[in-house]
Nanobody, 124 residues
């Protein structure tokens, strides 16, 4: 089992920045892939970015490329999502997820472990 705990959500004005963190504990593997998703009210959960723990390779959905950056800190078992130039449409509950290995999956069903989520609200 892998436990994931997110932190860093909050309220920010449009154009501002937030940094989300996700700390993994429990059974962690060297080949784990971690990702960030978000879900806005009345919308499906949306893939944002993924990173390979071992290689550091990343993948992003087009809507956040150039604005969001996913990174990892192996020593702290933490994956972060730096979000810049935030827009009101970025308002959602952001969740991190993990799976046991490659590929850098982009769908909800491909991830086995989920955090509880953290709210991000961007005001106009």
């Amino acid at each position: 089992q892998v436990q994931l705990v997110e932190s860093g959500g909050g309220l920010v004005q449009a154009g501002g920045s937030l940094r989300l963190s996700c700390t993994a504990s429990g059974r962690t593997f060297s080949r784990i892939v971690m990702a960030w998703f978000r879900q806005a009210p009345e919308k499906e959960r949306e893939f944002l970015a993924a990173i390979s723990w071992r290689t550091g390779s990343t993948d992003y959905t087009d809507s956040v490329k150039g604005r969001f950056t996913i990174s990892r800190d192996n020593d702290k078992n933490t994956v972060s999502l730096q979000m810049n130039s935030l827009k009101p449409e970025d308002t959602a509950v952001y969740s991190c997820a993990a799976r046991g290995g490659l590929p850098l999956a982009t769908t909800v069903d491909e991830y086995d472990y989920w955090g509880q989520g953290t709210q991000v609200t961007v005001s106009s």
